[in-house]
């Protein structure tokens, strides 16, 4: 692999040869990572890199658009398909992209969004106050009613939506195990005339996997997506919608049935230059993918792993956030149950090769670099091939080395068998 970095540049060489091999023999349990197909690394490394694709299909700035057209197409066509959607921007680079293009569509400065409060869950990009964002429009907050069961409040949500008035109620996490109710967001976005918009980007694989609600069935107009999470795709992001697709070369009027084309102008020319068209061709391979029958089982995989790992957690009474799950993710309170710091529990971990993520718990009491809890998911273990038993005995490996993290002997023994178990579940090169 890599011939032509090896025999051009030893140093970048030595960095991917390092990463493979760290990728090949430890386990990756962020929630927010995966292993995509050789097929999907081969497109994102083709050709289509040297293209200059500014616009859309069949409406470029540029020519020689032969090839592009048809490929950003598929990957268009595909994730209508699978969301059940009447139109699909593929072109944000990332996920915080899609969501700057989704406001940039619908909002003007100082408008309010009513988002997920970012400690019971929300993303940076729901208006985080480090992010520009947040100086351009103004972010509010529902949270949990409960953070035992991680109910969350829909009665505060209404009543905050009746007086605050937003224009984007958004429903989205990238730290919350359960499901949202998106009939009740619908509903509430419905009453006060705000657009409901779902930021997916950590279950879009489980909503295409169907084991996950999709907000288009309940009535949401917008839903943003990274499709490198779950969905085992390329990095990057989508913007889905509902509405009129006219021609993005002429301004449509700022109405919710012209969301698709109000989102196309925000994309493009709003918010980014020519789209990268190697990741378009990546994505629509993932999408693809997804649209298989052996996805389906990956996705109810991914959550009955989860639940086998939270299982494992609650047995040896380790407080879990929202007290379990019912996606792919779980966050532990590890400072109350195991009197050890996010930040200790996080670097313990990584010795014995497991890699996961310290996180604030809801209304954590600790600092932010150091917080209460840590998260962890299965994606990427499942499309390992991990099944229950494997991942009930990470969550036992997990527990022991937390509870042993001075015991280098004990450490390193956990090490081996973590190491044994990647070899015996190699990433595999395709899924279908
Ligand atoms: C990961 C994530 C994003 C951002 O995606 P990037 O590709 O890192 O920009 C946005 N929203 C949510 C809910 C996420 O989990």
């Not at 962020?30 to 083709?46: D, F, L, M, T």
């Not at 954590?364 to 494997?390: C, H, L, M, Q």
Request: net charge neutral.
């Amino acid at each position: 692999m890599y011939d032509y970095v090896r025999k051009q540049d030893n140093e970048v060489f030595a960095a991917l040869e390092g990463e493979e091999q760290r990728e090949a023999e430890g386990l990756e349990l962020i929630p927010s990572e995966n292993y995509v197909s050789k097929a999907v690394r081969e497109a994102n490394g083709s050709c289509l890199t040297n293209k200059y694709s500014e616009g859309y299909p069949g409406k470029r700035y540029y020519g020689g658009q032969e090839f592009t057209d048809k490929v950003e197409q598929l990957a268009i066509d595909r994730a209508k398909k699978i969301f059940g959607c009447d139109h699909a921007n593929v072109q944000p680079l990332g996920g915080a992209n899609a969501n700057i293009g989704a406001y940039f569509a619908w909002l003007d400065p100082g408008d309010t969004v009513l988002g997920m409060d970012l400690g019971h869950g929300g993303h940076l990009t729901h208006g985080a106050p480090v992010t520009y964002m947040a100086k351009l429009y103004r972010f509010i907050r529902y949270k949990m009613k409960n953070i035992e069961t991680g109910e969350i409040d829909y009665d505060e949500m209404r009543e905050i939506a009746k007086k605050e008035k937003p224009k984007i109620i958004l429903g989205g996490f990238s730290g919350y195990p359960r499901e949202l109710d998106w009939q009740k967001i619908s509903d509430i976005a419905k009453e006060v005339g705000a657009v409901a918009m779902a930021d997916v980007a950590h279950i879009a694989g489980l909503i295409a996997g169907g084991v996950a609600k999709n907000p288009f069935d309940y009535g949401f107009q917008i839903v943003t997506t990274t499709t490198h999470k779950t969905l085992r795709g390329p990095r990057g992001g989508m913007i889905l919608s509902k509405g009129i697709v006219s021609s993005p070369l002429k301004a449509p009027e700022k109405t919710v049935e012209n969301l698709p084309t109000l989102i196309d102008r925000s994309v493009f020319p709003g918010l980014q230059g020519g789209p990268h068209m190697n990741n378009i061709a990546a994505k629509a391979i993932a999408l693809g993918e997804a649209m298989q029958p052996p996805f389906k089982g990956y996705a109810a995989q991914i959550v009955k792993n989860a639940r086998a790992m939270a299982k494992v957690f609650q047995d040896a009474n380790i407080r879990l956030i929202a007290g379990g799950t019912d996606n792919h993710l779980v966050l532990a309170d590890v400072w109350s149950s195991l009197s050890l710091g996010g930040k200790d529990a996080e670097g313990t971990l990584d010795k014995v090769g497991i890699t996961l993520n310290k996180n604030a718990i809801a209304d954590d009491t600790r600092k932010p670099f150091d917080p209460s809890g840590i998260r962890f998911g299965t994606p990427a273990i499942t499309t390992r091939k991990f099944t229950e038993k494997e991942s009930a005995r990470v969550a036992e490996l997990m527990i022991e080395a937390m509870q042993n993290k001075s015991e280098e002997k004990k450490l390193s023994a956990i090490r081996e068998e973590i190491r044994t178990l990647c070899k015996k579940f190699p990433i595999p090169e395709s899924f279908v």
